[in-house]
């Protein structure tokens, strides 16, 4: 089965149904599309209304039925296996980088949320939180279809938010998490948890993976490997993904010195900054917010 990422998958999509490549929202119409590809690199949010769907997240079967919702993050694989005949489903799929841009600044939903999501990201709403969630989604749908409206693209933005902040408010509201059973847990889940949870907590400060080995109590070795069959990536290109994406964020306020971002994120001098910036985007960060 081939695997796509997010820009892959845009080629896919009806231009009715995305934003550029930042954006798309499928619906069961599309489960076939969905049905060919292994997915990774794209931050999926899928919400079943009624029937039943099998996927297959990072090598483990899951079943979602009515009220299942999976939100899997970038480094994760995700492909459908099979579909009943009355499945009815919306998936948004996006990178986060876009949620980080429309939300700005702002993280709906409970604290440790995106680590419980490394390891069950899926969870059983309540049938009022579903309806909720559906209806906002609708409303994404309707205003991705209006080709002609002149303000399409700002109006999914807006509408996008609103689902964000009615997901995070529901979570919190309703503690609904997912559910973690100890018992079925490997180790390998449990310290991609704690190494993205101690990611998330210091990349700004911590670039170097052996900070995080000596914290997870475990070899550069160990942790590289697990990381590596778990996201695809090396702990070395995790954080620095994180490293990237606040770093694109802060270029975008045109009012801070680009050494100042550099400052912020730690960096011995704008020089390494810049270095650091280059090998990733093929420009320099003052080139690049020259370019947006």
Not at 173 to 178: A, S, T, V, Y
């Given at each position: 089965?081939?695997t796509?990422n997010?820009q892959?998958?845009c080629s896919f999509?009806?231009?009715?149904?995305?934003?550029e490549?930042?954006?798309i929202l499928l619906n069961?119409?599309?489960?076939?599309?969905?049905?060919?590809?292994?997915?990774i690199?794209?931050?999926?949010?899928?919400?079943?209304f009624?029937g039943r769907?099998?996927?297959?997240?990072?090598?483990?079967?899951?079943?979602?039925e009515?009220?299942d919702?999976?939100d899997?993050?970038e480094?994760?694989?995700?492909n459908f296996?099979?579909?009943s005949?009355?499945?009815?489903f919306?998936c948004i799929l996006?990178s986060?980088?876009?949620?980080?841009e429309?939300?700005q600044n702002?993280?709906?939903?409970?604290k440790?949320y995106?680590?419980?999501l490394?390891?069950?990201?899926?969870?059983?709403?309540?049938?009022?939180?579903?309806?909720?969630?559906?209806k906002?989604?609708?409303?994404?749908?309707d205003?991705l279809?209006d080709?002609?409206h002149?303000y399409?693209?700002e109006?999914?933005?807006t509408?996008?938010?609103?689902?964000?902040l009615e997901l995070g408010?529901?979570?919190i509201?309703?503690?609904?998490?997912?559910v973690?059973?100890?018992?079925t847990?490997?180790?390998?889940?449990t310290l991609?948890?704690?190494f993205?949870?101690l990611v998330?907590?210091?990349f700004?400060e911590?670039?170097?993976?052996?900070?995080?080995a000596?914290?997870?109590?475990v070899?550069?070795k160990?942790?590289?490997?697990?990381?590596?069959?778990?996201t695809?990536?090396?702990?070395?290109?995790v954080i620095?993904?994180e490293v990237?994406g606040?770093?694109?964020?802060l270029?975008?306020?045109?009012?801070?010195?680009?050494?100042h971002v550099?400052d912020i994120?730690?960096?011995?001098d704008?020089?390494a900054f810049?270095?650091f910036f280059?090998?990733y985007?093929?420009m320099s960060?003052?080139g690049?917010?020259k370019?947006?």
């Open positions: 089965m081939k796509l997010m892959q998958l999509a009806q231009d009715k149904q995305k934003i490549t930042k954006f069961v119409n599309d489960s076939s599309i969905l049905s060919k590809f292994r997915l690199g794209c931050r999926m949010m899928l919400l079943v009624s769907l099998e996927i297959e997240v990072n090598g483990k079967n899951t079943v979602m009515r009220c919702f999976l899997i993050l480094g994760t694989g995700v296996r099979y579909c005949p009355d499945l009815d919306y996006t986060r980088e876009f949620i980080l429309v939300l702002i993280v709906p939903g409970p440790d995106f680590s419980l490394l390891v069950n990201p899926v969870m059983r709403l309540s049938a009022n939180a579903t309806a909720r969630l559906f906002q989604m609708r409303i994404i749908d205003a279809s080709m002609n002149s399409r693209t109006m999914v933005r509408y996008f938010k609103g689902f964000a408010d529901l979570l509201r309703e503690q609904h998490l997912p973690l059973d100890q018992h847990l490997t180790k390998k889940d991609m948890a704690r993205m949870d998330w907590k210091n700004r911590q670039r170097e993976v052996t900070f995080y000596k914290e997870l109590c070899s550069t160990h942790l590289a490997r697990v990381v590596k069959s778990c695809g990536k090396t702990p070395h290109e620095d993904a990237l606040l770093a694109i964020q270029l975008k306020d045109e009012e801070m010195m680009v050494q550099a994120l730690h960096f011995s704008q020089a810049s270095k280059r090998k985007i093929g960060p003052s690049y917010r370019q947006i």
